[in-house]
C-alpha cells in the first residue's frame, strides 16, 4: 500500500492495519495510545445498540485508559463486568453482537502490544462492519485517528493558539466533533494553510478521538 492506496481505500480496513503495522506506527506509545482510541472510537458508532450501561461504561474507562487517567486494573475490572454481557443468549441478535464488540475492544486496549492486527481482528466481525458502508467507516476511521501515514504532518506551534487550544480541548473533552470545522476556521486564523489539516476538520467524518489533527493542535 502507498500514500494514494491509503487515502482511496473504502473496504480493505484489515489491509490498512496490516499497513500499519508494517509502518511500526503502532510501537510507540502514541502509537498504542491511537489504536486503543481507535477501538474506542469504533464502539461508539454502535453506542445506540448497548443495551446494558455497563458496556458503555467499560468503553469510557478503555477511552480513560488510553490517555492514562486509569490504571491497567480497573480497565480489566470494567472487562470482567462485561464479559458475562456477551453470550449469544443474553441480548438477541444486534444487540449481542454489539456487546461482544464492546468486549472484544476493551480486551485488545488492554493488550501490552495493542497491535493493529489485533484490534483489527476484535472489530471486524461487529455491527459496524456489516457491509459496505461499515467497511467504509473502519477505513475512515483508520484515517481520521492515523492520519496519512506515507506523509508526515508539519504542524506549526504558531498555530497552537490560546483560542485554538481551547477550542481544541472543548472538543476532545465533550465529544463534540461537530465543532471540528470551527477548529478549522481557528487554525486557519492562525495562520495554518495545509489543506489536508483544514479538509478534515471540515470533513464528514466519522471523526472520534485520536483524530490526527485534533491530536496536534492540543500537542498530543
Known amino acids: 500500500m502507498n500514500a494514494k492506496q491509503w487515502d482511496a481505500e473504502t473496504r480493505r480496513a484489515q489491509y ?3 499497513t500499519l503495522e508494517e509502518l511500526g506506527v503502532q510501537r510507540s506509545k502514541g502509537g498504542r495510545r491511537k489504536l486503543r482510541l481507535y477501538a474506542v472510537g469504533c464502539c461508539r458508532r454502535v453506542w445506540e445498540l448497548l443495551p446494558d450501561d455497563r458496556l458503555r461504561k467499560a468503553v469510557e474507562v478503555a477511552e480513560r485508559f488510553a490517555d492514562e487517567e486509569v490504571d491497567k486494573a480497573k480497565l480489566l475490572a470494567a472487562e470482567k463486568r462485561v464479559r ?18 464492546v468486549g472484544m475492544a476493551v480486551a485488545a486496549c488492554g493488550e501490552s502490544a495493542s497491535n493493529a492486527a489485533f484490534v483489527m481482528t476484535a472489530l471486524l466481525p461487529t455491527p459496524i462492519a456489516d457491509g459496505a458502508k461499515g467497511d467504509r467507516v473502519l ?6 485517528v ?3 501515514p506515507f506523509k508526515k504532518p508539519e504542524f506549526n506551534k504558531k498555530w497552537r493558539t490560546e483560542s485554538v487550544t481551547a477550542l481544541a480541548s472543548g472538543i476532545y473533552a465533550d465529544h463534540a466533533f461537530d465543532r471540528l470545522p ?15 489539516m483544514l479538509t ?18 492540543l500537542g498530543r
Open 146 to 148: 492515523f492520519g496519512n
Open 200 to 217: 478534515h476538520l471540515r470533513g464528514p467524518g466519522p471523526h472520534c478521538r485520536g483524530c490526527w489533527v485534533l491530536d496536534l493542535a
Open 139 to 144: 477505513c475512515d476511521l483508520l484515517r481520521c
Open 182 to 196: 470551527i477548529l478549522a476556521d481557528a487554525l486557519e486564523e492562525a495562520g495554518c494553510d495545509d489543506p489536508a
Open 16 to 18: 490498512m492495519a496490516d
Open 84 to 101: 458475562p454481557l456477551e453470550a449469544d443468549d443474553y441480548f438477541p441478535r444486534l444487540p449481542a453482537r454489539a456487546a461482544r464488540a
